[in-house]
């Protein structure tokens, strides 16, 4: 499968974007930061991960199956895979952290 990894390489995209290459998929990966190619099936790529259009075209140039985005943190950003990715691909996978919800900051947690 062709996959692509939006923000793959912080701490919880990094080994499922190591594990997805060494099960053999076309691993790409879409960041902020340019990367050297560290290994064969990973596809390292710098660009803006709320770009519309490169979106498009990276779906189009890789034929990719599958989308996994770590680096969603507003409406706006999740409206703009949506419909890149919309009708495109065979699944798209969400992975927040709770820092994208909308509470108060005021708010204690305890566990």
């Given at each position: ?35 050297e ?5 990973i596809?390292?790529?710098?660009g ?22 770590f680096a ?17 691909i ?15 900051k ?6």
């Amino acid at each position: 499968m062709n996959i692509l990894l939006i923000g793959g390489l912080g701490n919880i995209g990094s080994p499922i974007t190591w594990q997805l290459a060494e099960m053999g998929h076309s691993v790409y990966v879409l960041g902020r930061k340019k990367i050297e190619q560290l290994q064969p099936n990973i596809t390292y790529i710098s660009g803006n991960t709320e770009d519309f259009n490169l979106l498009q075209s990276l779906q189009e140039q890789y034929a990719i199956d599958i989308v996994i985005n770590f680096a969603i943190q507003t409406l706006t950003q999740a409206e703009v895979n949506i419909n890149a990715f919309a009708n495109k691909i065979k699944q798209f996978i969400f992975i927040s952290t709770v820092t994208v919800l909308d509470r108060e900051k005021n708010i204690v947690l305890t566990e």
